[in-house]
């Protein structure tokens, strides 16, 4: 279930986990600190290092003191195999719901993801 | 920077006078052309700066007490301050004035024009500078004085201020008789006399006047500060 | 700089506008004040900066009395809608009062900020716009640098625009010049991410006091069907409810644990968040609804 507490610094973690999912943001690379997110998405600091302390607790980043952020070595390989984990309960299982609350046949949907893969 | 206000007011009254003195002399040239100037010009003319005086005093407590307090000065710190700009400011105000009869007795000697009073003053000649000089200055310090004790109870007592009209005119009185001149009457420096003699054992002086005026002046002082030693900023705009 | 008020108590005659106040605030935070009107949100600033005395209580700053102390006032700085900063002749001259007054005083910033709001600094302060005084006392109160700075509804007057520079300017110069700064406002939603922790003050006495975050994360609103919403919320501190036709959305105060939330989507409801300006006006509702 999505946790519906405080979406701002939710959303700057997710922000960041999907920079380094999609390797924008590299092992070991430095993340911008707090007070450049907290004056980016006018907040607090405060709730910006919340988002960093999340992602800290979750392996995504780790801490050099007095230097700043860095994303961890393995932060992509790990987000990745979590996402596998829940790609199909929290994309896939809701797509097939709503398609058949809209009465599109799952064969659609199959022709449709192989046309996708053609292209 | 210490005294700003005192440098402010100086300057700003500066202008005021500069503006003042060209229209006296604008309307002095136009009656001595036309032959009905009989008397000083700036003897009548002089009656204003006694209120500006007065609206100082309580410009000081309108407006500079809130700001000072609400950059941080305390009550305390401001009062110290208010005070000496107070007392240095009346002695300015006496200059200009000084000033005003020598330009003015240049003037009238030029022109030719009678350069007499008509009232009863310290100075019995638009020219003697130390008695002009003592006369405005008792009247700057003591109208400038009552000025600040009105402003500040009203400025804390809104209409209740209405209380302290006659403090300050007893204040005003009291400097003015120190003068010893008519209209206030010398029956209250003949009682400044007395109690002078009597309770501080002092001889009778010329610098009685001035004696009498610190007397006001410190009274006044100390009555203002009853009221702003612990008094609020108000709320809302007056 | 650190605040301690213990059961501050100030009347204005037979008015009690503060009805003992207890607050602690730490150092180096920004704080959002909130009340409705006449809560007493000017008149805590006003005893805080020693613009007034209090009836009773104790207010200490960094562990000092605050009142006629010039140690403590002078890194103190209140802005208000009075204008006693700035009601002083030309914007020039205001500014040289501060200048003059105020140990910390950054003059050229002072400037770009008058340039920001598009000030003109020799007209005289009183003959200015209600939203262009009241960007003067933001120039004052911001280019003071005061390690504790203090705007109580500094933004009347200011148009959308301009209220976005204010925000941004207290934001970036806080992060620049870290202190303590408290914001009163009633524009809640355009203020409250600048806020670390958030106090109601309610008829004079403190209503709440936490984290922001904390404080939102307790606001939950429950949607659904009326009776699986009633059977859900009943025993919770219910703050307001509304009905469009069978489904009814509630708002509920106090934290809800995974189970609860499980069992809520169990039951076919949803839960959404509250945002800081519904929360206050919930908890600050006069109607008896607020716990």
Redesign the interface.
Known sequence: MLDDRSPIYRQIAERIKADVMSGVLKGDEKVMSTNQYAAYYRINPATAAKAFQQLVDEGVLYKKRGIGMFVSPDAQEKLRAKRRETFFTEVVDPMVAEAKAAGIPLRDIIRRIEELEDS | ?KF?ILL?NCLFALLVWAAFWVLVTLITVGLGLTGRLTQSAWEVAAQLPRWYALFFGVSLIH??L????????????FGVEGALTLILFAPFLAALLVISYQLESVLYGLAGWPHVLERAHMFTEPTQVPLVFTEYLIEALAWSTAGAFMGAAFYRFRGGGLLSIPVGVLLIAFAHSAMGVEPWGPFLLAWLRVLSRVVFDLPDSPLMPLLGTVGVLVVGLLLTWAIIR?M??????S | MRIEVEDLVLRYGDVTALDGITLTLEEGKIYGLLGRNGSGKTSLLSVLAAFRKPTAGRVRIDGQPVFENGRVTSRISLIRDVGETVNIGTGEEALSYAEALRPNWDGEYARSLAELFKIDLKKSVKNMSKGQRSAMGIIVGLASRAPLTMFDEAYLGLDAPARQVFYDQVLADYLAHPRTIIMSTHLIDEVSGLFEEVVIIHKGRVLAHEEKDELLAKGTSVTGPAAAVDAFTAGMTVLGSRSLGPTKSVTVYGELDDARRRKAAESGLELGPVDLQDLFIHLTAEDGAAR
């Open positions: 920077m700003r402010a407006e500079y809130p700001l000072y307090v609400a950059h941080g000065r305390t009550r305390r710190q612990d609020p900023l108000r709320n809302q705009a």
